[in-house]
């Protein structure tokens, strides 16, 4: 509590303080003119498309069937590592679900996640694509570009049809490759 005294005393301190007129507030309203250095952005965007740094293709591909088994691997990957990661004993340290994307959806989400797989160092993943059982015609597509895709992608060492307890034929293992920092991380353990 305060006594009669501060009290007295804070009124005498703010005995020439006066209200503020204007109101408190902001002048938020944009401009109705376009300033040179606007336009000139507006221009230069024009100009200048963004680029798609996405190499993945939406060509046509081989139609792929739902039973039909995916199985690819780069030069140099040890054939015993591959057979561990083709039985699923590798941990799954991500997924990626496409059910329900169009292909061009697929497109961006597999580039986006393969390239944050390497980001985060991140080695054995799953994507899945589904079957395409439901389709009139039996093919499987995100299947099918799924097998185009991934051997498009410098990152990708290799990629298999899951295990049935992970998908099956509707999923695939992806190997990824080492990132610089975990390649590095490596040679400083193992002083190579």
């Known amino acids: 509590m305060t006594t009669k005294d501060e009290r007295l005393s804070f009124l005498e301190e703010m005995k020439d303080v006066r209200r503020i007129r204007k109101p408190n507030k902001a002048d ?16 230069s965007a024009m100009d200048q498309p963004l680029k798609d740094r996405n190499p993945l293709t939406a060509d046509m591909v081989e139609p792929l069937t739902a039973h039909d088994v995916l199985c690819w691997q780069r030069p140099g990957v040890q054939n015993g590592v591959f057979r561990k990661f083709r039985l699923g004993q590798y ?11 169009t ?5 961006r989400e597999v580039f986006g996640f393969i390239t944050d797989c390497v980001r985060y160092g991140l080695r054995s993943v799953i ?5 395409g059982e439901r389709n009139p015609d039996g093919i499987a597509q995100l299947k099918s570009y ?20 992970h998908g099956g034929t509707g999923a695939v293992y992806v190997m990824v490759r080492k990132g610089d920092r975990d390649k590095q991380r490596n040679r400083e ?3 190579a």
Do not use: C, N, Y
């Not at 292909?103 to 497109?107: G, I, L, P």
């Not at 994507?127 to 079957?131: A, F, S, V």
């Open 28 to 43: 938020v309203k944009t401009p109705k003119d376009l300033t040179p250095g606007h336009l000139e952005r507006q221009r």
């Open 189 to 191: 353990i193992h002083g």
């Open 146 to 165: 799924i097998a185009k895709w991934l051997p498009e992608l410098d990152d990708v060492l290799a990629f298999h049809s899951a295990q049935k307890r």
């Open 91 to 101: 941990p799954i340290e991500a997924r990626l679900d496409l059910h329900r994307m």
């Open 127 to 131: 994507i899945l694509h589904g079957k």
């Open 103 to 107: 292909v061009e959806e697929a497109r």
